[in-house]
């Protein structure tokens, strides 16, 4: 069965840190990967996109995240994070052979002041 | 521009009661989505429309949910009867007709059901 996994479900960041967190998807064929965040309070919003080409995308806020096919992957980083940045982050996943999205578990970041 | 319009925000039934939600998708929005997401985990989908025909709803439990999307525009999901474990909130989302089908967001619906 098709299925997105984010390997980690809290993290806890002092400001400055880097991040990177984790997504694999299952195997079946080509896909359209997306990162989507939910700040406190707030509704779910695309945070950045990747369909084809270039696989390292650039998203809002500094965020980028690497496509590396050989592992299914499709990692979110940013360089130095902010304390605004504290919010839930999904990873998702369209099989382009179908409709479907499947959204990863959820990481909560939370960044200290 | 108007964002994925949801009611209600939020709702309390008990067991074996009725209860339906609705949305309006951002205009000419041409695919809606509902999803149900339980606590600690991502929302999951339950039906997908294009314009108002169903292009998915493979984990739609259809004994006791409903959804409906007339005339293409608004929709409306439903559960009747609802048990404990639909306890969750319930998100719309649209898409435009050639996005890729990045999704934009409603607030939500959460419902408890005691």
């Known amino acids: 069965a098709q299925s997105v996994s984010q390997h980690n479900h809290h993290v806890i960041l002092s400001e400055a840190a880097s991040l990177e967190l984790g997504c694999n998807y299952s195997y079946g064929g080509t896909v359209n990967l997306f990162w989507y965040v939910q700040y406190p309070g707030q509704h779910l919003q695309l945070l950045l996109k990747y369909f084809s080409g270039d696989p390292l995308v650039k998203g809002i ?10 592992k299914f992957s499709f990692n979110l980083r940013k360089p130095s994070v902010q304390w605004s940045d504290t919010a839930e982050y999904f990873c998702a996943v369209r099989y382009t052979g179908g409709f479907k999205t499947i959204f990863g578990a959820g990481t909560r970041l939370f960044v200290k002041a | ?30 695919t809606l989505y509902w999803y149900q997401q339980i606590l600690g985990q991502g929302p999951k ?39 404990l474990e639909d306890s969750a909130v319930y998100l719309c989302a649209s898409s435009p007709e050639a996005s890729g089908y990045e999704q934009y967001f409603g607030p939500g619906t959460r419902l408890t059901v005691t």
């Open chain 2, 1 to 30: 521009e108007a964002g994925v319009a949801q009611s209600p925000r939020y709702k309390i039934i008990e067991k074996r009661q009725s209860v339906a939600f609705w949305c309006n998708p951002i205009s000419g929005h041409a």
């Open chain 1, 61 to 70: 806020k500094g965020f980028e995240a690497e496509f590396i096919k050989s």
């Open chain 2, 45 to 83: 989908l339950l039906i997908q429309f294009q314009n108002n025909g169903v292009v998915d709803d493979s984990q739609l439990p259809k004994d006791r949910f409903s959804a409906e999307r007339l005339k293409g525009v608004d929709s409306t999901l439903k559960i009747q009867p609802a048990k």
